[in-house]
T-cell receptor, first 115, second 113 residues
Framework: AQSVTQLDSHVSVSEGTPVLLRCNYS??????LFWYVQHPNKGLQLLLK??????LVKGINGFEAEFKKSETSFHLTKPSAHMSDAAEYFC?????????????FGTGTRLTVIP | DAGVIQSPRHEVTEMGQEVTLRCKPI?????LFWYRQTMMRGLELLIY????????DSGMPEDRFSAKMPNASFSTLKIQPSEPRDSAVYFC???????????FGPGTRLTVL
């Protein structure tokens, strides 16, 4: 069965320092993986997606993520945090079953950026 | 495209009242999803449609909840009667093909007093 685990419920970084949000997935085949961001009182916005092309995926706002099959990980990184990056981040995996289209969301990681 | 449109953005009602949430998906998207988000339970998928047909409603909490999609450009989520524990933010999302990303609306914040 497929699942996704976000290893940290809350991450706090100083402005200008690197960001690392961790995500591990479980899937019996090669999934598609996404990162979404949700700013306070807003809907979810797609940051980036992996769909079996390049393993290093670049997204919006300077974020990127690397798909590592051997580690079943899809960690989200950014070299330098900005105050506007403070938000909730969700790692998402596609289902195993062909034809199903309900994505599986992680529980979220709240990123705090300290000035 | 204006993106996924939800209305109302905020709804405050009293326990026992009927509540109807509305969603207009992105034109050309064949899949429509309803989610509920709370602090306690996070983001939960309630139901999703493909070509206006409900495919999986296993996330609908109980019979008080119902969803319809009468045409490709409109869906409703109804709660009757509403209860305080239904207070949450309800999101609608749409997508095209299987395994593609979903586009989310801004959400409806529901408060049941």
């Amino acid at each position: 069965a497929q699942s996704v685990t976000q290893l940290d419920s809350h991450v706090s970084v100083s402005e200008g320092t690197p960001v690392l949000l961790r995500c591990n997935y479980s899937s019996s085949y090669s999934p598609s993986l996404f990162w979404y961001v949700q700013h306070p009182n807003k809907g979810l916005q797609l940051l980036l997606k992996y769909t079996s092309a390049a393993t290093l995926v670049k997204g919006i706002n300077g974020f990127e993520a690397e798909f590592k099959k051997s580690e079943t990980s899809f960690h989200l990184t950014k070299p330098s945090a900005h105050m506007s990056d403070a938000a909730e981040y969700f790692c998402v995996v596609t289902p195993d079953q062909t034809g199903a289209n309900n994505l599986f969301f992680g529980t979220g990681t709240r990123l705090t950026v300290i000035p | 495209d204006a993106g996924v449109i939800q209305s109302p953005r905020h709804e405050v009602t009293e326990m026992g009242q009927e509540v109807t949430l509305r969603c207009k998906p992105i034109s050309g998207h064949d899949y429509l999803f309803w989610y509920r988000q709370t602090m306690m339970r996070g983001l939960e998928l309630l139901i999703y449609f493909n070509n206006n047909v409900p495919i999986d409603d296993s996330g609908m909490p109980e019979d008080r909840f119902s969803a319809k999609m009468p045409n490709a450009s409109f869906s409703t989520l109804k709660i009757q009667p509403s209860e305080p524990r239904d207070s949450a933010v309800y999101f609608c999302a749409s997508s095209t093909e299987t395994y593609n990303e979903q586009f989310f609306g801004p959400g409806t914040r529901l408060t049941v007093l």
